[in-house]
């Protein structure tokens, strides 16, 4: 590695229909079951990295503000990684831009740790198939892996460091579907993901998720394949349940909603049953809802949707390409 090395890279974050909830592997991220998701164009992560001797240690800045402490040591820690694999020890200064904005509760981990692989192996002039990129992306945090390859993508959940990555299952043209998020609470959540991985297992219904799960799996893929959004829809509202229905039943139960969250699934549906607006549910480990629907529907889902009690603002994301570099630098 020359003395001083930079790169800038792009990445969509991600929603996904079938969910990773629960590890095999805390510390490598090997998730308990595999998941399917799509990249969201609307909320975006650019990140430049630059491997220095001028530094002592890492820096990390995100939306022109450093980092909190134990942000800048996530990241510093996720680098050590990439240190390992160049035996280079240089300190990396990291600058961070989200094209959304902050304090709207949207978890930023899954573009932040795609953009941050991609820019850190190509500062550090290393070369990696797609699927070593992912499998690497999830060590610093799991939905992470599946930014990195574009469109709709499977994370197949392996058993190894090597075997846990993400692939396309479809590109992002190949079905003009839309995600509405519908913001309506930025409080920090209570408990984080890495908490809810380890209590998903005290959960009495997490193995009976486990065990139908492979069925699940089967279906989403062929309904996204068929684009089959009715098929798709209804098996994904019944997925963003179960991960709640888990949360709420572990050993320290975990109630991630706000009442306008409840408010919105049930309009949806009912808009559905009542007036065939075809929009469907799904949720994150957080408050905001996640409006699936046709391209045609969006904006008539968005009208219905603002003036609804607890909604502070919509973003209207398309399928979105992979994690990719840009020419121009941050800093
Ligand atoms: O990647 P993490 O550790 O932030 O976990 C993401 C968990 C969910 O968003 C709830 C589900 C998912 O598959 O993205």
Redesign the pocket.
């Known amino acids: 590695m020359p003395s001083t090395t930079k790169a800038t890279a792009k990445s969509y974050s ?1 929603i ?1 229909f079938v ?3 629960g590890n095999r592997d805390d510390l490598l ?1 090997i998730p308990a079951n595999g ?1 399917i ?1 799509m990249n969201l164009s609307e909320t975006a992560t650019v990140t430049t990295v630059e491997f220095t001797p001028d530094l002592a240690e890492d820096s990390l800045e995100i939306d022109g503000r450093p980092a909190t402490e134990p942000a800048r040591q996530r990241a510093g820690q996720f680098l050590d990684v990439i240190r390992e694999m160049t035996g280079r020890p240089e300190s990396a200064r990291v600058v961070s831009h989200n094209n959304f904005p902050m304090g709207t509760g949207i ?1 930023s ?2 573009s932040a740790f795609s953009a941050l692989t991609l820019a850190a192996c190509t500062a550090a002039s290393i070369e990696l198939s797609e699927k070593q990129l992912s499998a690497l992306a999830r060590r610093g ?4 892996c599946r930014s990195i390859p574009g469109g709709f993508v499977e994370w197949f959940p392996g058993l190894t460091d090597a075997s846990s990555y993400a692939i396309q299952i479809a590109p992002p043209d190949y079905w003009p579907l839309r995600d509405i998020v519908v913001i309506v609470s930025s409080r920090h959540k209570n408990v984080g ?2 908490e ?2 380890i209590l998903a297992w005290t959960s009495p219904f997490y193995t009976t998720r486990l065990n139908h799960l492979p069925e699940r799996l089967h279906r989403m893929r062929a309904a996204l394949l068929l684009r089959d959004l009715r098929a798709l829809g209804e098996e994904c509202e019944l997925e963003a349940l179960e ?1 709640h229905t888990i949360a709420m039943t572990s050993a320290t139960p975990v109630i991630y909603w706000d009442p306008a969250t409840l408010e919105v699934m049930q309009a949806v549906q009912r808009w559905r049953e009542e007036e065939g607006l075809g929009g469907y549910f799904t949720l ?2 957080g408050a905001n809802v996640h409006i699936l629907c046709a391209a045609a529907d969006a904006e008539r889902l968005a009208y219905r949707l603002r003036p609804l009690p607890g909604v502070h603002d919509l973003i209207i994301n398309s399928p979105a390409p992979g994690t990719h570099l840009l020419e121009e630098h941050l800093f």
């Open positions: 991600n996904a969910k990773y909830w991220r998941s998701s978890a981990s899954a945090s799991g939905s992470a993901s890495a809810g991985h991960l994150d480990a």
